[in-house]
């Protein structure tokens, strides 16, 4: 039987479609590589939003090249975001690809690869429109007890500077009782969290002229026994209405976290954004996620270096970070992406300053975000435990687990009482900018998530599968 990886870049959207690549290809009797062996297909789903993406993405291509060359077997697939963007241009720089596919054909991978087998011949397939949701096709998660569910694909906003429209097509939203059938059937699984996705989530409702829709959904969610906790990505500040911050608070279930895309705190930037708000608008939501749930915690996503951006602009973002006080910000450097307007505007910011209020940014960003996580030591918070994944040190008396507002915690697990997906009530000790420490825990809740977690790892056995980001670096040591 063939073994398979899949190389994933890019968001929650795309870890999710390599979830659906992995079942399909389960599904075609392929099996997934286990890490010490060589796999006999590498599937790269991509992203287009940053250039670093593109470079990635064709360094890795280059080193699989040998391997191809020495073993005509040996496949290699392109899909997501950059294949529906460059098409034919990867078969003309990496024309020993075996297959391209695009983000509105996931499901032809597996024909795909026999054809270009038994063709012997490159195949490329891009639609340009999504004919199926792609919540039809299988899954192979990566958790026991968390999972992702699609709202919608696409997304109706033009900002200036963003790709992902031309790549995933206009919004198309799943009916109510789609998902939430979906839902239940994840629970009965043991599914304890779900994530609930879309390029603009909380536009939900569009197709169907519902503006109450994923005000209402968020409701629904709560009404799922056994569904301990949901999450939602991303919002926009455009859509962001007052009944889905209501929803959110008296929604037992949904987790006082809210991820808010900033973009920048200036009004002249956000308008050569084309983000249809103002920094006013974006305080004002704060304030009222604020007042209805004090304890949430708020995160987001910076650009620095927009074209037109003076120093005066980036102050006032500056200003709006130190005034929120974010729990943590994802910040990035603008990247100059072919066929946005903003590629094509004057005033690009040259590369040595963007870098520099890059870095001024992230300093700030990071003591603000330690100060944050100060204030819960010596509190108690709520985990739920994820395991050792993400670690770097051999100490296995600690766990990982996210609190109940997303942040990533460390706690001390050397009486082995609790498991990956238990709930788990700790005290913390330390903080530092990107996580926070934890003692020993005080209570454990068994859930029906630790239970699918024993099971799944009892089904896996000892071996370690091949699986993520890790993939080719693991291939380089073999």
Same mark, same amino acid.
């Given at each position: ?273 084309? @983000?249809?708000?103002? +920094?006013?608008?974006? &305080? ?7 007042? #209805?749930?004090? !304890?949430? $915690? ?99 008396? @600690?766990?990982?687990? +996210?609190?109940?507002? &997303? ?7 050397? #009486?082995?009482? !609790?498991? $990956? ?58």
């Amino acid at each position: 039987m063939p073994t398979f990886v899949v190389e994933t870049y890019g968001c929650q959207m795309n870890v999710h479609d390599s979830e659906r690549i992995a079942g399909l290809l389960l599904d075609a009797g392929y099996t997934q590589a286990l890490a010490d062996t060589q796999p006999d297909l590498v599937v790269f789903n991509t992203c287009a939003v940053r250039e670093n993406a593109d470079n990635k993405l064709y360094g890795n291509l280059s080193f699989l090249a040998p391997r191809k060359k020495s073993d005509p077997n040996f496949q290699i697939a392109v899909g997501g975001c950059m294949a529906q963007k460059d098409q034919d241009a990867i078969i003309k720089r990496a024309p020993y690809v075996d297959v391209v596919f695009g983000t509105h054909n996931i499901g032809s991978l597996p024909v795909l690869l026999e054809r270009a087998r038994i063709e012997e011949a490159s195949q490329v397939e891009i639609k340009e429109s999504l004919e199926h949701f792609p919540s039809t096709l299988p899954v192979k998660r990566d958790s026991a007890f968390s999972a992702w569910v699609s709202v919608s694909v696409g997304c109706n906003n033009t900002c200036t500077f963003c790709i992902v429209p031309q790549l995933r097509g206009i919004e198309k939203d799943r009916p109510m009782a789609q998902i939430m059938k979906e839902v239940h059937s994840l629970v009965d699984q043991g599914v304890i969290e779900i994530t609930l996705l879309g390029q603009n989530v909380n536009a939900y409702g569009v197709d169907f002229g519902d503006r109450s829709a994923f005000a209402n959904l968020l409701k629904e969610c709560g009404k799922v026994d056994g569904l301990e906790r949901v999450r939602f990505m991303s919002p926009h500040p455009r859509d962001f209405t007052d009944d889905v911050i209501e929803a959110m608070a008296q929604t037992k279930n949904v987790m006082p976290h809210l991820h808010m895309p900033l973009q920048s705190g200036s009004d002249k930037v956000l308008q050569l954004m084309r @983000r249809s708000y103002r +920094r006013e608008r974006y &305080f004002g939501i704060i304030d009222r996620v604020r007042k #209805a749930m004090p !304890a949430a $915690a708020i995160t987001t996503d910076i650009i620095v270096g927009f074209p037109g951006e003076s120093d005066e602009d980036f102050a006032q973002t500056i200003d709006l970070v130190k005034q929120v006080r974010f729990s943590a910000a994802y910040t990035f450097q603008y990247s100059k992406r072919p066929g946005t307007p903003a590629a094509t505007m004057p005033d690009q910011i040259p590369d040595e300053v963007m870098a520099d209020r890059y870095n001024q940014l992230h300093k700030i960003q990071q003591e603000i975000s330690r100060q944050e996580n100060e204030r819960l030591i010596g509190k108690r918070i709520e985990l739920l435990v994820s395991g050792h994944e993400g670690r770097h040190d051999l100490d296995q008396n @600690r766990m990982n687990g +996210r609190s109940a507002d &997303f942040r990533l915690t460390h706690f001390d697990n050397s #009486a082995q009482t !609790a498991r $990956a997906g238990d709930l788990v009530e700790v005290e913390v000790v330390q903080a530092f900018a990107n996580h926070i420490v934890a003692g020993a825990p005080i209570n454990v809740k068994k859930t029906k998530g630790g239970d699918a977690h024993a099971t799944w790892m009892a089904e896996k056995g000892d071996k370690k599968i091949l699986l993520g980001i890790p993939t080719l670096a693991a291939l380089k040591s073999l």
